[in-house]
C-alpha cells in the first residue's frame, strides 16, 4: 500500500482545511486508516482513525468535535476534515495504514505498516 497525503496549507484560526489520504495498490476499505501529527522536536501524535470496513472513527480528546473522517471508496481516499483550527493544531499530519490495528493500540506509531509523507497545516493566529 502506498499511501499520498495531501491538502495542508496556512490558514487562519477558525478556518477549515480538508485533507486527502490517498491509496494505491489496495482498497482503502481493507486497512484502517490512521492520522497523526508532528511538530519539531515532539513525538508524532495521534489525531483521528478511521477503521476499515465499516464506518467506526475515534478521535483524540485535542480534535474531538471538531475534526470528522470521511471515505470514498472509489478514490481509494480517506479524508480529514478539519474545522474550527487552532494555532495548536500547527504540525506536520501524515497518514498511516494498518491491516492490524485494535482500538486499544489504535495511538501507537507502530500499530500502523504504511504510511505517507506528511502535510503541513500551519494555522495562524
Known amino acids: 500500500v502506498q499511501l499520498q497525503a495531501s491538502g495542508g496549507g496556512l490558514v487562519q484560526a477558525g478556518g477549515s482545511l480538508r485533507l486527502s489520504c490517498a491509496a494505491s495498490?489496495?482498497?482503502?476499505?481493507?486497512?484502517?486508516t490512521g492520522w497523526f501529527r508532528q511538530v519539531p522536536g515532539k513525538e508524532r501524535e495521534f489525531v483521528a482513525v478511521?477503521?476499515?470496513?465499516?464506518?467506526?472513527?475515534y478521535f483524540a480528546d485535542s480534535v474531538k468535535g471538531r475534526f470528522t473522517l470521511s471515505r470514498d471508496n472509489a478514490k481509494n481516499t480517506v479524508y480529514l476534515q478539519m474545522n474550527i483550527l487552532k494555532p495548536e493544531d500547527t504540525a506536520v499530519y501524515f497518514c498511516?495504514?494498518?491491516?492490524?490495528?485494535?482500538?486499544?493500540?489504535?495511538?501507537?506509531?507502530?500499530?500502523?505498516?504504511?504510511w505517507g509523507q506528511g502535510t503541513q497545516v500551519t494555522v495562524s493566529s
Open positions: 498511516a495504514a494498518s491491516e492490524r490495528v485494535i482500538l486499544s493500540t489504535i495511538r501507537l506509531e507502530t500499530s500502523y505498516a504504511y
Open positions: 495498490g489496495r482498497s482503502s476499505r481493507t486497512y484502517t
Open positions: 478511521f477503521f476499515r470496513g465499516g464506518s467506526a472513527t
